[in-house]
Structure formats: structure tokens, C-alpha cells
């Protein structure tokens, strides 16, 4: 699939100073653009231009985060490493991998509790330009943090998503050759949000390192380095994709037991809102008692997608 994007109508950029978005210090990958850096798990810079464009981290931002620490680490089997950032911050970590970023959220402003993920770019201004050029909707930033530059915004069907210039997880390659999770766009028209996304993360192009686009049994699969890391899934039109829930990016995250983590899941405060058996997949859609919406898929069973998960082609 041939993406390409027109050319960027870019003027002289305005820099732009570390704030604070609603009395909330907004955290990319653990990291505060208010606090020196003296510990963190993104150590590579994306200035090599290796799996540019690529899915490279996920946050949840939350009322408690140590309710939603509890909450995952019962039903996802994840552990968290403190940061130096202060009591409102941590990292995730599944089999001793850093996997997502926990922020909680103060009581005073109105942002939803929910997980974002954030796509690696050599420019994040550059990127914010084309999601605006592209009717997009810019939500936050782009800002400075003490490791790189980002923003979050939604396309124009309304699911959210983040870009980040900066440093990536240590040991790049390693960790998005065994992403430790995968994603989906459930959107009305899977082709429409493969344009859009290509032309701002030059999906398809002639850059090295670009992601590989194709249409494979009625999904846009993404690859990065020829492992699938996202699916672009149909959504009826003008109908949620889920109760409570429209287009969206889900994150799905592995599991060991499928229905043990279900079962723990619903006596923690979660509600599981889709379930999955076939034999393509064993999985389902949650509800995290703070309203964020989360996928947990086996850790054994069949990937997802033509080609395998994580598995080169």
C-alpha cells in the first residue's frame, strides 16, 4: 500500500518552554518535563531514524495510581519501578521489561483516565503540523520534556494517540523486536486512517526505516522491521465500536491465563466488556475500575494477524 504524503507547508517554529497543562505534569514514558532526569528506562535517541513511525510506548493516566497499580499488577502480572519524578509517577514492568508509563492525575482538572500510545518521530513539531494540515485535533503540545518532545491529538475519526521525539526504551532493537504489547484502531474506515496516519508517520515511504503498510484479510496490518506491531480494524459507521467507547487505539497486553486475569479483573472493580475465543485468538476488552479501557491477550495462544505478532514475516 502506497501511502506517501504531500509536502509539509512548514514556517519558522516558535520554541516552546516546559508548562504544566492543567495543574497536571504531563509524563511521556515516566518522564516530567519538570524534573532532571537522573533514572530512566528510555535510553536510545530516535535521531538514527530506526522504526520511525513505530508504535514505541503506552501511558495510563489515572485518578490513583496505586489503586492502579494493584489493579494491573494482579490481573497483568506487572511489577513497578519507582521513578525519581516523585510519588505520582511509575514505570510497569512484565517479566522485567519496561512495558507502559502510570501518571495519576490531580483532582482538579478534567482529563480522561485512559490509555495513550505514542508513536516515535523525528520531529515532533513537524508531526503536530500535519495532524492539524490533516484535520486532526491537537489535545497537548507539543511540549518539552528533559528526554525529547511530544504531544497527543486525535485523528479525525476521534481516537486518541501520542507522538514522541526523543529517547526510546533501552536496548531499542531488542525491545521492538519482543514488543511486549500490541495495538488496534477499531475506526469506520480502516483506509481513510491509514492515509492519515501514513502521511504524519510516513508509513510506506521511501525513508529507511520506515513501517511496512498492507491490507490483509480485511485489516491495514502495520510492521515494523516485518513483525506486525498494529492492526487498522472496520468499526460500524456511525456506531461505538464497544458500549462507551468510539473509535480508539486499544492496547493489548499478554496474559498467561486468559480467564484468571478476566476473573481477577471483575473482583478488583473492572468490567469486561468484549470476550474473544477463536482460533485465532484468545482475548477480550476491560474496563479498569477508573474507566480505562485495556485488551489482554494470550501469551501462548495464536498472534494476531497473518504472519504472527512480534515474529518476523
Avoid at 516552546?16 to 519538570?34: D, F, H, L, M, N
Avoid at 519482543?178 to 480502516?190: E, G, M, Q, V, Y
Wanted: aromatic share 8%; charged share 20%; hydrophobic share 40%.
Amino acid at each position: 500500500m502506497a501511502l506517501g504524503r504531500t509536502p509539509d507547508a512548514r514556517e519558522g517554529r516558535e520554541e516552546v518552554a516546559p508548562v504544566r497543562t492543567g495543574g497536571v505534569r504531563t509524563v511521556i514514558g515516566s518522564q516530567s518535563q519538570e524534573t532532571p532526569r537522573r533514572r530512566s528506562p528510555l535510553e536510545k535517541s530516535t535521531t538514527d531514524a530506526s522504526g520511525l513511525g513505530a508504535p514505541c510506548w503506552a501511558s495510563l493516566a489515572t485518578r490513583s495510581l496505586t489503586s492502579s497499580q494493584e489493579f494491573y499488577g494482579a490481573v497483568l502480572g506487572w511489577t513497578f519501578r519507582a521513578t525519581d519524578l516523585g510519588d505520582e509517577f511509575s514505570v510497569a514492568l512484565y517479566d522485567g521489561v519496561p512495558t507502559a508509563g502510570l501518571a495519576e492525575l490531580t483532582n482538579v482538572v478534567h482529563i480522561a483516565n485512559d490509555w495513550t500510545p505514542y508513536f516515535a518521530v523525528p520531529d515532533a513539531d513537524a508531526a503536530a503540523a500535519r495532524i492539524r494540515e490533516r484535520m486532526g485535533t491537537l489535545a497537548v503540545g507539543p511540549i518539552d520534556f528533559p528526554i525529547g518532545r511530544a504531544a497527543v491529538a486525535a485523528d479525525r475519526a476521534g481516537a486518541r494517540f501520542g507522538v514522541w521525539q526523543g529517547r526510546l526504551v533501552a536496548d531499542w532493537q531488542a525491545w521492538r523486536a519482543h514488543r511486549p504489547w500490541w495495538l488496534d484502531l477499531t475506526t469506520p474506515n480502516p483506509f481513510e486512517a491509514a492515509l492519515f496516519y501514513g502521511e504524519i508517520l510516513d508509513w510506506a515511504s521511501e525513508l529507511p526505516g520506515s513501517c511496512e503498510v498492507g491490507y490483509e484479510h480485511d485489516d491495514v496490518v502495520l510492521r515494523d522491521d516485518g513483525r506486525v506491531a498494529a492492526l487498522i480494524t472496520a468499526g460500524a459507521e456511525g456506531s461505538e465500536i464497544l458500549p462507551g467507547c468510539g473509535p480508539r487505539w486499544n492496547v493489548h497486553f499478554p496474559v498467561r491465563d486468559v480467564g484468571a486475569a478476566l476473573k481477577t479483573a471483575v473482583r478488583l472493580g473492572g468490567r469486561v466488556l468484549e470476550r474473544r475465543i477463536s482460533a485465532q485468538e484468545d482475548g477480550a476488552t476491560l474496563r479498569d475500575p477508573y474507566g480505562a479501557v485495556f485488551c489482554v491477550a494470550s501469551a501462548t495462544g495464536p498472534p494476531p494477524a497473518q504472519g504472527g505478532y512480534g515474529q518476523p514475516t
